[in-house]
Structure formats: structure tokens, C-alpha cells
């Protein structure tokens, strides 16, 4: 699954490309600024297929929502809070605002 362009896999070997013309190159991720960089996000990118739900599932996907829809909103916002995840839109604002907020307006709503 690894392509030439991304050049991240993993998929061993000692980097040197050659059907994609790469042959001599170092892999990007062995870049001095990326080689002690621990993958979260992209951790399954070249090893799994994304058009594979099931692929997915396999290495632990959606377990997190399985284990919140177990529990309570309030139970939900309190990890989220104690987990101290923040946003991605650039602000950095911890995440738990936004759900405090929209539990708080579906329990007013709801009376």
C-alpha cells in the first residue's frame, strides 16, 4: 500500500526505493527532525485500508465511542476533561467547553 509519493510506510527494508524511483533516498520518516516523532494521528496510514471499514475495527476502531455509549454524558465530559484534549481549530480551546456546553443546553432544552 505504500506509494512513492508518501514515502512514510512501513513498510521495511533499508529505505532504498527502487521500482519508484527512489532507489538511494532515505525514507522521509527517517528525516533527523521525524525519526524520534511517535505517529498518534497517522498510526495506521500504509497499513490499513481506509476504504475498509472493517480494517479499521481491527486495530481498535470506534472503541472509544463504544465505551461512551455505555456511560453518561456527564461521565463523557469528565474524561474528556480530565484527558485534557484540546481542539484543532487553531485556537487550542480545550475541548471539553464545547461539550459542557451542548450537554448543558440539551438538559435545558429537554425541561
Same mark, same amino acid.
Given at each position: 500500500m505504500e506509494s512513492g509519493r508518501d514515502r512514510g510506510g512501513s513498510a521495511g527494508g533499508d529505505g532504498a526505493g527502487d521500482a519508484d524511483g527512489f532507489a538511494g533516498l532515505p525514507r522521509f520518516v527517517d528525516h533527523p527532525m521525524l525519526r524520534d516523532q511517535v505517529r498518534v494521528v497517522l498510526r495506521n496510514c500504509g497499513i490499513i485500508d481506509p476504504e475498509e471499514v472493517d480494517h479499521y475495527l481491527?486495530?481498535? &476502531?470506534?472503541?472509544?465511542l463504544e465505551s #461512551?455509549?455505555?456511560? +453518561?454524558?456527564? $461521565?463523557?465530559?469528565? @474524561?474528556?476533561? *480530565?484527558?485534557?484534549?484540546?481542539?484543532? &481549530?487553531?485556537?487550542?480551546?480545550?475541548? #471539553?467547553?464545547?461539550? +459542557?456546553?451542548? $450537554?448543558?443546553?440539551? @438538559?435545558?432544552? *429537554?425541561?
Open positions: 481491527a486495530r481498535g &476502531g470506534y472503541r472509544a #461512551c455509549l455505555g456511560t +453518561s454524558a456527564e $461521565a463523557v465530559i469528565d @474524561t474528556v476533561k *480530565a484527558s485534557g484534549l484540546r481542539g484543532r &481549530g487553531g485556537g487550542g480551546f480545550p475541548t #471539553c467547553r464545547s461539550g +459542557s456546553s451542548a $450537554a448543558r443546553q440539551r @438538559t435545558s432544552s *429537554a425541561t
